[in-house]
């Protein structure tokens, strides 16, 4: 029982109460439960169920698998790829999110209906072309658009991203998505109305080339006539290897064995001819370096196989 006391007017307003009969003696007033109220953002509707969602998801990992797979191969250099979120938004909310300069694609997603956009922060994409141009793919301090060139160095490497995407959708959809165009201004592409409900997938790629955001953009209209279609089947362990083993058989390494080094004076050097001799550092005992992708990966001597030249490997690099 409360220990609450009554004042004057409480009591004279329960009183009241009771000879109007609106409070019997002896009954037990029970407390109004206040309605919990959600808020619902017009501007950000969630109409996308929840159930093709979670089917997305399984979708958007394998994608973040392939992706990072695929720039891997292509680079050369090793390139993470997780899936950070699955949004959705309106079409005007998605543009007017980027504010930095960015990367943005349009995707033909044919057979489907309307069109999707892929975008990769212009740093990335600058990484992207210094590696793919020898250099060691490091994102530069000062972020600027991209060139003519720079674009069709870039574009090639996405149309293969936006191609190994594509077969992840194989199991539900014959798809022959394409990028069409590439454009340094988000808000200039106008690929949908305002209003257009959008569903944005969000990867994050990290690795030695550093940190980059890649986001595929798919109309929820498009999304809806697939994914009620079928259910996706969770691929088995053993086919992942085979489709990794796959993928690192074809991928290409450059190899070099390094001999020996030296030091030579710019003037000794431009007047190197025929028969001149040059002396390395090392003792012809030394083992002789292996280099895989321009670091050394094993030790060891040089031979013959026939007539050709050979090399016997000793050890592993520390």
């Known amino acids: 029982m409360s220990n609450a006391i009554l004042s004057n007017q409480e009591v004279e307003a329960l009183l009241s109460a009771i000879e109007s009969g609106q409070v019997l003696v002896g009954q037990k007033i029970e407390l ?3 309605r919990k109220v959600q808020h619902y953002d017009f501007r950000r509707p969630d109409k996308f169920p929840r159930e093709q969602k979670r089917r997305l998801q399984k979708i958007s990992e394998e994608m973040a698998k392939t992706i990072g797979i695929t720039l891997s191969r292509l680079l050369r250099v090793s390139v993470d790829v997780e899936l950070i979120a699955i949004e959705e938004f309106s079409y005007e909310v998605f543009v007017n999110s980027f504010t930095d300069p960015v ?3 349009v995707v033909s997603l044919k057979p489907l209906t309307g069109l999707g956009c892929l975008t990769v922060d212009v740093g990335f994409c600058l990484a992207i072309v210094d590696r793919g141009l020898g250099g060691p793919g490091k994102i530069p301090q000062k972020v600027r658009p991209l060139t003519l060139i720079e674009e069709s ?10 191609e190994d995407i594509r077969l992840c959708w194989v199991k539900l959809v014959h798809p022959e998505w394409k990028i069409e165009k590439m454009d340094m201004d988000m808000k200039s592409l106008q690929i949908a109305p305002p209003t257009e409900l959008m569903i944005s997938i969000n990867f994050a790629a990290n690795g030695d080339m550093g940190n980059g955001t890649i986001i595929l953009s798919i ?12 259910k996706i089947e969770k691929m088995k362990r053993e086919d992942e290897i085979v489709i990794i083993e796959d993928v690192v058989r074809e991928t290409e ?4 064995v390094i001999l020996g080094t030296t030091q030579l004076m710019f ?3 431009i007047n190197l001819k025929g028969g001149d001799v040059i002396k390395l550092d090392n003792k012809i005992t030394d083992a002789v370096c292996l280099e895989i992708g321009g670091k050394t990966k094993y030790l060891g001597k040089p031979g013959i196989i026939g007539k050709k030249m050979a090399f016997q490997v000793t050890s592993a690099s520390d």
Do not use: D, F, Q, R
């Open 103 to 105: 990367c943005a694609n």
């Open 253 to 256: 390494l450059t190899s070099s």
């Open 267 to 269: 003037h000794e050097l």
């Open 32 to 34: 109004k439960k206040e």
């Open 219 to 230: 109309p929820v209209v498009s999304l809806e006539m697939i994914m009620v279609k079928s």
């Open 153 to 162: 160095v870039v574009g090639a490497v996405l149309a293969s991203v936006v």
